[in-house]
């Protein structure tokens, strides 16, 4: 039998990340004027911040499936460091973005723990 309280924290903190992304990607999708102006400082247009919005989206729904969860999971970190990388392109601060980032990767090493032996173990096959 599964531990029940470890379940609930994985989903918790699953929900966390669901939160923040669906957060933001709704602020991509139905941009405010102050949105808009972020979008254009960047140099993206209101039709690419959308899509960039909707990708978000995919990528959160592939994480939130189990079966999917761990190509989520990259792909959410490979949409993360482009955030790093826009901010440090505008000499931006990136701590709330690695935050994420961070956070992304323990939620994933608690939900995937294949995730976890792969990188402790490596892949050495004789």
């Not at 592939?62 to 959410?76: A, W, Y």
């Not at 790093?84 to 709330?96: C, K």
Request: glycine share 8%; charged share 10%; net charge positive.
């Amino acid at each position: 039998m599964k531990y029940k309280p470890l379940i609930i924290a994985k989903w918790l903190l699953t929900g966390i990340v669901a939160f923040i992304f669906i957060g933001s990607a709704f602020g991509k999708i139905v941009p405010s004027t102050a949105d808009i102006e972020v979008a254009t400082k960047f140099g993206l247009t209101a039709q690419n911040f959308f899509y960039i919005g909707i990708l978000e989206l995919f990528c959160l729904l592939l994480f939130l499936i189990p079966r999917t969860g761990v190509i989520g999971t990259l792909f959410l970190a490979a949409y993360m460091g482009g955030a790093i990388a826009t901010h440090l392109e505008h000499n931006e601060g990136i701590v709330p973005q690695c935050i994420i980032q961070a956070f992304i990767w323990i939620v994933a090493a608690l939900r995937f723990p294949e995730i976890t032996q792969r990188l402790i173990k490596g892949n050495i096959q004789q």
